[in-house]
């Protein structure tokens, strides 16, 4: 027998904890802090103290730190967690130089402070997140879900569920307007009846969830059900269909008092680009002034064995379709930048014998880092492509301009995926394309650092790249 436990609806109950228990630990590893280095507490550590809490509490606000996470991915919360964290720690340094009172706190203090705050905000959430995972398991803090319409999606959200115990869901019901008999999937034991049968139980209280997993062009039976439905208080949520999940980033717009759903939305507008530009501009500088050495001995390794320029600039595609000019440390004896161009493959002639060397270890992009500062690219995106490979495979895939809504990045999803190097077929530049989308629907900074790290391990050396 499940029990629903008292997390049972959609607002997270726990939030109110987990905003307590964040300011206990930041307040509480300062004092442990000060009293590890012997420093006295007072009104300025208090002041601090104040400025940690505030600026991390609007964070952690900012970036949804005390949603109910059963939806969502447990290591993004700890990312998240940090980020504010480290939010908070700039603003209290910022703090500290404009009221010159630096010579009133123990840098050693502040920095064990810093330190174990951390920590503590990581090792707590974790140890609480086990405690979740093991209440659930048992059958406790469950949330009853129901799916209206026995489809490939509701079946694959099932699926889902069933595969994500962690999460608290638990599907216990199926509603179509199909009989049992013509019902074949593999969760037919969940079937309860037709919708109406659904809509009844709902208003029951039955269930806690409930899923609508019928076709997007049966509208008007939706736009029933909806209204059925508002007579419950159960949370209840639509999956789109697979055209309009084919697409990007979908959102709620109006013109006026008309409502629209904007499907080919940029999810980096606002707030969110500006975070994605700071990343880009602080990687960028830190980046450019590690290895600045190296590139300028790249720079005379090239010019030492080959004709030509140093730095190859060529034609790109940017944010929303605009021409930029992409630089690359020159690889080839050919600087091509036609309207034809032909792309490099194995034991390719035209390849300089440094050039080979810098095309798989990735270093001829290193120039790219440039382009970052201008703003024409970011250090994560779709990788850009020759404006006349743009204009071939746009004609060949599906939504292959969707990828030019956000700005082209040095490296990538489709990249840390293993599709890098040469696209001979079209089946491989749609898969390109089918993961850079994914990039574009699904981003986040931890997207971005999850792929910084990945770059690190599996993106510049590929046996792709000629």
């Known amino acids: 027998m499940e029990n629903t436990g008292f997390v049972n609806n959609n607002l997270n109950n726990f939030a109110v904890v987990y905003r307590i228990v964040d300011l206990l630990v930041i307040h509480g590893a300062l004092l442990i802090a000060l009293i590890i280095y012997g420093v006295e507490s007072n009104k300025y550590y208090l002041m601090l103290s104040l400025v940690a809490n505030v600026t991390f509490a609007f964070t952690a606000e900012s970036n949804r730190l005390y949603r109910s996470w059963r939806s969502g991915f447990f290591m ?4 998240y967690t940090l980020f504010s964290w480290a939010v908070a720690i700039a603003f ?3 703090f500290i130089f404009f009221t010159g009172t630096s010579e009133t706190f123990s840098r050693l203090a502040l ?4 330190c174990i705050t951390g920590i503590s905000l990581v090792i707590w959430r974790i140890i609480f997140g086990a405690f979740l995972t093991k209440l659930r398991a048992r059958g406790h803090n469950i949330r009853r879900v129901a799916i209206i319409g026995m489809t490939e999606q509701g ?17 216990v019901a199926f509603f179509d307007q199909r009989c049992r008999r013509r019902i074949t999937a593999s969760d037919s034991s969940l079937y309860r009846g037709n919708i109406q049968d659904g809509v009844f139980a709902a208003k029951n209280g039955d269930f806690d969830t409930i899923f609508i997993a019928l076709p997007m062009s049966d509208e008007k039976r939706i736009q029933d059900i909806l209204f059925q439905l508002g007579d419950t208080t159960a949370d209840v949520q639509v999956l789109p269909n697979f055209l309009l999940f084919s697409m990007m980033q979908a959102s709620m717009s109006h013109v006026g008092n008309i409502q629209t759903v904007s499907v080919f939305n940029n999810p980096m507008s606002g707030g969110s680009a500006a975070l994605k530009r700071f990343e880009d501009i602080v990687l960028s500088l830190v980046i450019l002034s590690a290895l600045a050495l190296p590139m300028l001995a790249i720079a005379v390794a090239i010019k030492l064995t080959s004709n030509g320029p140093v730095i190859f600039k060529q034609d790109r595609y940017g944010l929303n ?7 690359k440390f020159r690889s080839m004896t050919v600087t091509e930048n036609a309207e034809t161009i032909h792309q490099a493959k194995k034991n390719d002639t035209r390849i300089t014998p440094i050039g080979a060397f810098l095309r798989r270890t990735s270093l001829d992009e290193l120039p790219q880092f440039i382009n970052v500062l201008q703003g024409k690219m970011s250090i994560v995106g779709p990788r850009p492509h020759a404006v006349a490979h743009n204009e071939q495979y746009r004609k060949l895939v599906g939504y292959y301009m969707l990828r030019h809504k956000v700005k082209p990045g040095i490296t990538g999803w489709a990249q840390v995926n293993g599709w890098r190097g040469e696209t001979e077929t079209v089946d491989k530049m749609q898969k390109r394309v089918d993961f850079d989308l994914a990039y574009i629907r699904h981003w986040s900074l931890w997207m971005d650092v999850k792929i910084l790290v990945l770059t690190l391990f599996k993106g510049f050396m590929n046996k792709n790249a000629y």
């Not at 993004?76 to 990312?79: E, G, I, K």
């Not at 920095?111 to 810093?114: L, S, Y």
């Not at 379709?321 to 630089?327: A, D, F, H, T």
């Open 76 to 79: 993004q919360l700890l990312f």
């Open 92 to 94: 209290v340094l910022v």
């Open 321 to 327: 379709g605009k021409r930029i000019k992409m630089w």
């Open 155 to 171: 079946v694959k959200l099932a699926n889902e569920i069933n595969l994500n115990y962690q999460t608290g869901y638990r599907t």
């Open 111 to 114: 920095g064990i402070w810093m």
